[in-house]
């Protein structure tokens, strides 16, 4: 899924099983005891990630842990791991290409009850209402959002957003555009309450796109290097 929309400057491997390939020691160290399952998820996304940096010339490396848990990319990198019930996914691009990256995969199933009370606006409630539809849960498409949202928002800010900080706008129904055998895929942009760095081009909004399929739904955010960035 999350091929179809990636920006030509990334690369991106997917896996559809878990697996149980060999880890770095550093990463192993980082991950600490977890349960087969987690472990089982970890392995694979630092096999996709793996894979991803071989599609750009770069080997093998570890992907360690952070302190809130999320990937730390090689110098000169920026990436983004997913993974749920059946799907897992990296994302990776240099830097110079691209500042920051956050990709989100759900299965394609309403929220648990009360949770979308907990992510959302009285805005974002009447949007997703009006609408409805049953081949796209839109209250689960809006969650993944805000994930990648706040994944490239915390590689740029080290330090995390609430849901309340983060107002999703979809592009409209009709634009939805088939992007595969039973994908179709859309648009959104991400309006933030504060800007992720002091910095006078620092960017209040973020764009993104969804795509999604029977099972599956997936997000991803992507933040192109700035000039302002390059020449400093």
């Known amino acids: 899924m999350l091929e179809t929309i990636a920006p030509e400057c990334a690369a991106i491997d997917v896996r559809y099983e878990f697996c149980d390939d060999e880890l770095f020691p550093e990463e192993r160290e980082c991950l600490g005891v977890v349960v087969d399952k987690r472990l089982r998820e970890f392995t694979t996304g630092r096999a996709c990630a793996r894979k991803a940096f071989r599609k750009l010339g770069i080997p093998p490396c570890p992907v360690r842990i952070g302190p809130q848990r999320e990937p730390i990319w090689p110098m000169g990198i920026a990436g983004s791991i997913t993974h749920c019930s059946g799907y897992c996914a990296a994302v990776v691009a240099r830097s110079v290409d691209l500042s920051s990256i956050g990709i989100d995969a759900e299965e394609n199933l309403p929220l648990c009850e009360g949770v979308l009370d907990v992510i959302s606006s009285p805005q974002e409630r009447t949007e997703i209402r009006t609408r409805g539809g049953s081949r796209l849960h839109w209250d689960r498409l809006l969650f993944s959002a805000k994930e990648s949202v706040f994944k490239a928002w915390y590689s740029l800010a080290n330090e995390w957003l609430d849901f309340s900080e983060c107002t999703i706008q979809w ?36 764009d993104g796109r969804f795509v999604f399929g029977k099972k599956h739904l997936a997000t991803m955010v992507t933040l192109k290097r700035s000039t302002h960035d390059r020449l400093g």
Request: aromatic content about 12%; hydrophobic content about 35%; glycine content about 6%.
């Open 171 to 206: 592009s409209p129904s009709d634009d939805l555009k088939p992007v595969g055998e039973e994908l179709f895929a859309g648009d959104f942009v991400a309006q933030l309450s504060r800007s992720w760095s002091k910095s006078s081009d620092a960017q209040s909004h973020f």
